[in-house]
């Protein structure tokens, strides 16, 4: 019957194939291709979604192995008829995701061989490109792996419901079996979650809204998820989301389903309700669960959609003692400080943010992410765009440690090889109103060649006169703005940002890198990034990324388990030589009230431009905390929103990282650590050389010169400052004078200590703040580009 190789033909002929040989074998090809599609289609059946509607929860536990809760499948999938779905409702669907639902056949079939294709090259799955194929993806649950075999039986399981269902019965379906975000599973969960109503009482502006949700609520919910990716800050979404449901709108317009009359009353995105409304959620129980969420979702072993379906056990690295004693720290200070009924001016709109981790593995141990997590939904321990201010201040000394200074001598030729690492012992300027120099001895000028002096807190100047020098320990003691910036500058501000990322800062938090007062702390990294990067000083170098999340499994056992990575980002003698200068500000310095009982204390404070927020963060060898104070209204009714002044609140001229941050801190670390061995830091060993130690010469004086700049200053005082947000310019030279040439430097006021002047830095462009608004708590204010973070 198969005559081949033919038997009547000689050569090469024998081999070629006759066509009755061909045609028989396309026939019989295609034959079986058709029978086994026949037995494909008789043996899928069509999905029941409430087969698949219910949703488990997720269980949390403490370090400790105890429960923490239970929560995150808790919004069961509720089904209700096509009846109580507003027409709207389904035309918003169909206008947005298949305007020819009601004519097509079910499939459609160059995105399935678009999919299968993707596939077989081992990338992405796509999803269904009709709503028949989203629903019976959803439908299918019970099994969502990534395989040809799998996509195979969605596409018959497809065909058999396009040709065996009514269409109203399938969009009833999908709309009921769709996920929404927040846990909501169907419109019915959704119009709940989002609007606290039923589904029957969703109006258009509503309608379109959620079907924007099903484009994926990680990057369309406006409350924001942040933790899972920055990109998703609640500005960000708000924005994606009106711009999704007014195309949504705009369609049903163009394909008949919605009168302009009935459109133009919704311009603006609807109100929404607060993500958490489970009491189980409330207080610190919610950020925490958030935190892990995330967590599990970036280790990519689970992703939102199955984690929301349920049925996992999540392993945390929460320790309930330390997250409440955080907590209670925190409620402490508020208590006893803050009036917002009496002080309504200064006192309302206060928050705290906090994080703790164990630097031997990176372990988050506690965090306090704001008054309670039902109430405030953003995490404040995660970013919330505060500046961190003089807690910066160690990374560019790390720098300056690690890579050194570079040698104006050898600048032309090769700037980047001639270095000299330095000392502590190092000496700089601390004059206030200091004329900040590039390495090879030139005034830093902007882009538009003006040129700027750094100013010190209270305009304040520190060291021994006539040339004020002061050594990097003292500088670092007193947060001295003027030494630092120049030696950010000497070092290299891509030095000092490579340190800062080193360390386990991401880079995407870092601001203004190219400008000196980068290195005074215009960035803003979150509370969790700058404990984790103390704890890199505290391990002696050895950097571990922040983690929250141990294990996870479910009822086939473990999918995730977390492994610790160190990497070196300093030596142990550049390590350990910042603790022993960071020791010194807690034990003679700005941070004198964080000192413990016992313990060694290494940390710094942190105050910025305006007085905006205030940080204190540091560490023992056993744990690293940082903490940050700020002002920023609660309101998303409250339109262009940004950071508030803190001078005056709680009573106080001013808040420094020194008063309420650090208060915290110590009340929070002493019962932390209430029961563990004191530990001693390693001994550091000498590093560096002692730089700008030759003795200036004495200036000669000028008729110029005013009255104060040749008087005697009076002696250092850390408490002494000026409670005036707005510098003003000094009689010879101002602070906004351009291109002043009076003299190498400016006025020799008396001490500063952690702030610096206001209006003197000079910073990037201003960029968003949480709120998508430009935020003039970055640098913009006082004096536009002048201004900068007072350490």
């Not at 003679?588 to 963060?617: H, M, Y």
Request: charged residues 25%; glycine residues 10%; hydrophobic residues 30%.
């Amino acid at each position: 019957m198969v005559d081949y190789p033919r038997h009547d033909r000689d050569g090469w002929q024998r081999w070629v194939p006759s066509w009755r040989l061909v045609s028989g074998l396309c026939i019989g090809f295609f034959g079986t291709m058709v029978a086994a599609a026949g037995i494909a289609y008789a043996m899928v059946n069509v999905p029941v979604v409430s087969e698949t509607a219910t949703a488990q929860n997720n269980v949390y536990y403490w370090s400790d192995g105890s429960q923490m809760v239970a929560a995150g499948g808790e919004r069961n999938r509720q089904s209700v008829s096509l009846a109580q779905i507003p027409e709207n409702m389904r035309n918003a669907v169909i206008s947005q995701e298949n305007k020819t639902f009601y004519s097509d056949s079910g499939i459609d079939p160059k995105g399935i061989a678009r999919a299968v294709f993707n596939m077989a090259k081992g990338g992405e799955t796509q999803g269904g490109s009709t709503i028949t194929q989203q629903y019976v993806k959803n439908a299918m649950l019970n099994d969502q792996s990534q395989t040809i075999s799998r996509k195979v039986k969605e596409i018959f399981v497809s065909i058999k419901v396009g040709a065996e269902e009514p269409k109203d019965k399938i969009l009833e379906g999908y709309l009921n079996s769709a996920y929404y975000g927040r846990g909501a599973y169907g419109i019915q969960a959704a119009a709940r979650a989002y609007f606290n109503v039923d589904a029957v009482d969703l109006n258009a502006g509503q309608c379109a809204f959620l079907s924007a949700m099903l484009k994926g609520a990680t990057y369309y919910d406006p409350a924001g998820a942040t933790s899972i990716d920055p990109a998703a800050t609640p500005e960000a979404n708000k924005k994606r989301a009106e711009t999704q449901m007014q195309d949504t709108l705009d369609k049903m317009v163009e394909y008949e389903h919605l009168s302009q009359a009935e459109r133009a009353k919704f311009s603006d995105l609807p109100k929404v309700e607060n993500p958490r409304s489970n009491s189980q959620l409330s207080g610190q129980i919610g950020y925490l669960v958030d935190l892990a969420k995330a967590s599990v979702i970036k280790s990519g072993k689970v992703t939102q959609k199955q984690l929301e379906a349920g049925g996992y056990s999540i392993y945390t690295t929460f320790e309930k003692k330390k997250v409440d004693e955080l907590e209670k720290a925190v409620k402490k200070v508020y208590d006893k400080n803050i009036d917002p009924e009496k002080r309504p001016e200064t006192d309302t709109h206060v928050q705290f943010g906090g994080a703790s981790i164990d630097p031997e593995t990176g372990a988050i141990r506690a965090i306090y992410g704001g008054e309670d997590a039902t109430k405030h939904f953003t995490n404040n321990a995660d970013v919330t765009g505060a500046q961190v201010g003089s807690t910066f201040k160690p990374y560019v000394l790390a720098a300056a440690m690690k890579w050194g200074v570079r040698d104006p001598d050898g600048a032309e030729v090769q700037p980047q090889d001639e270095r000299t690492v330095v000392s502590p012992k190092s000496l700089y300027s601390g004059k206030n109103n200091l004329k900040i120099k590039n390495y090879d001895g030139t005034i830093w000028k902007n882009e538009k060649g003006e040129q700027w002096r750094q100013e010190n807190d209270g305009k304040q100047s520190l060291g021994d006169p006539p040339d004020y020098k002061i050594d990097l320990r003292e500088a670092m003691r007193e947060s001295v703005n003027s030494a630092f910036v120049q030696l950010g500058m000497d070092v290299g501000l891509d030095k000092v940002e490579e340190a800062a990322v080193d360390s386990g800062l991401l880079e995407d938090s870092l601001t203004g890198t190219s400008y000196p007062s980068f290195s005074i702390g215009i960035s803003d990294p979150s509370a969790i990034r700058m404990a984790a990067s103390y704890a890199t000083f505290a391990e002696s170098g050895k950097q571990r990324e922040p983690y929250s999340v141990t294990k996870v499994s479910n009822r086939n056992g473990t999918v995730y388990t977390h492994k610790v990575t160190t990497k070196q980002a300093f030596s142990a003698k550049v390590a350990d030589n910042v603790t022993d200068v960071l020791k010194t500000v807690v034990e003679d310095g700005t941070g004198s009230n964080a000192q413990l009982s016992g313990r060694e204390v290494a940390g710094k404070t942190g105050t910025t431009d305006g007085n905006k927020s205030a940080w204190f963060v540091g560490y023992t060898p056993q744990l690293s905390t940082a903490i940050s104070m700020f002002r920023y209204p609660d309101d998303e009714t409250i339109k262009n929103r940004t950071f508030l002044e803190m001078y005056g609140t709680g009573g106080e001229e001013k808040i420094h990282g020194a008063s309420f941050p650090s208060l915290i801190w110590k009340d929070y670390m002493e019962d932390a650590l209430k029961g563990t061995k004191p530990e001693r830091f390693p001994k550091p060993v000498p590093i560096g050389e002692v730089i700008n130690d030759t003795p200036s010469p004495s200036p000669t004086p000028s008729p110029s010169k005013t009255e104060e700049e040749t008087s005697p200053s009076p002696s250092p005082s850390p408490s002494q400052s000026e409670t005036s947000p707005s510098p003003s310019p000094s009689d010879t030279c101002g602070v906004f004078e351009l291109n002043c040439e009076d003299g190498e430097d400016g006025g020799n006021d008396s001490a500063g200590n952690d702030a610096g002047g206001q209006g003197s830095s000079p910073s990037p462009p201003t960029s968003p703040s949480p709120t998508g608004e430009e935020d003039d708590s970055r640098g913009g204010q006082n004096g536009g580009l002048f201004a900068g973070p007072n350490g």
